[in-house]
Each structure stands twice: as structure tokens, then as C-alpha cells.
């Protein structure tokens, strides 16, 4: 299911632990998998758990509970916006109602065009730059007000 560049790196995840724990190498997995595919389907999530030796479910535990994983596809871009308390007391809120005007979607929506998908996501360990989005799981943009929104959108195009 995965090419051998995704199997070799997630092989590399696995020697960090012990050789009867290589579920502990569940959340690059899954990470390398959907790099791979772009999102995680069902047969994904199952693959990754028997390369591991672990239990479809518990795997399935892993990639539902983080929102960093797609159960379902998502746009070339996808857009997380921190809305836990101290993102949402600075702006947080009216930073993920911006995008939703201006990309004319709801979370959990990708754009027609298939280009961004908006996600609303918990604490990302940034309060003091608040609002904080991510973007692909990858990078983080801080005091996200509209002047840097536009920024971004614009970068992102």
C-alpha cells in the first residue's frame, strides 16, 4: 500500500524502540502514510497497524484522535485555526469567521477548487502569538489577524 521510500522512513521510526514496541512508532506512521496518500483511509490505518504488530484499532485511536490526521481527504493546503481558549480570546474566533468569509467555506470544507480545506484545531503550544493557524501540519503562522491571512492566502496561491 505504501511505496518503499515511505516503508524505509517508517522502518527508521520504528528502530528508535525497543524491538517488542514498534506501536510506539504508530504516530510517524500514520504522519508518513499520509504524507505518502494525502489523507488516511480506513485501509491505511490498517496497514500501518500490521506493519506495526498492533491491534487496526488502536491505530484507528491513534489517527482520530489527533487532529493533525485526515480520516477523510482535504485540500493541497489545509488550514488549521487554534480556536482553545487563549487563541480564542485573541482573536482566534474572528480569525477562523475571516477565512470562512473569504474562502466562502466552513470548517471540516474544502474550497470548490479543491486548494484549502479549513480545520479548526486545539492548542498548538503558541498562546503567546495568538492567533495561531497551521499550515499542512507543518507550518505555523502566528498572530494571524486579516492583514496576515491575505498574506498567506496570497502566498498560498
Known amino acids: 500500500m505504501l511505496n518503499q521510500n515511505s516503508l524505509t522512513r517508517i522502518d527508521r521510526e520504528i528502530a528508535k524502540y525497543p524491538a517488542d514496541q514498534k506501536q510506539s512508532a504508530s504516530m510517524a506512521a500514520l504522519a508518513i502514510a499520509q504524507e505518502e496518500l494525502g489523507w488516511l483511509p480506513s485501509e491505511a490505518i490498517e496497514f500501518v497497524a500490521n506493519y506495526l504488530s498492533m491491534p487496526p484499532i488502536a491505530a484507528y485511536e491513534v489517527a482520530s484522535f489527533y487532529n493533525m490526521y485526515d480520516l ?60 495561531v493557524m497551521i499550515v499542512n501540519n507543518r507550518k505555523m503562522c502566528s498572530w494571524m489577524n486579516p492583514e496576515q491571512i491575505d498574506k498567506l492566502l496570497a502566498e498560498l496561491e
Not at 80 to 93: A, D, E, H, R
Not at 112 to 129: N, Q, Y
Open 72 to 131: 477523510k481527504p482535504v485540500g493541497k493546503y489545509k488550514l488549521t485555526v487554534c480556536t482553545n481558549l487563549p487563541c480564542m480570546l485573541t482573536g482566534g474566533v474572528d480569525a477562523g469567521e475571516y477565512l470562512k468569509e473569504k474562502l466562502g467555506i466552513g470548517y471540516n470544507e474544502t474550497t470548490p477548487d479543491g486548494r484549502i480545506t479549513l480545520k479548526e484545531g486545539e492548542c498548538m503550544g503558541a498562546c503567546g502569538d495568538a492567533p
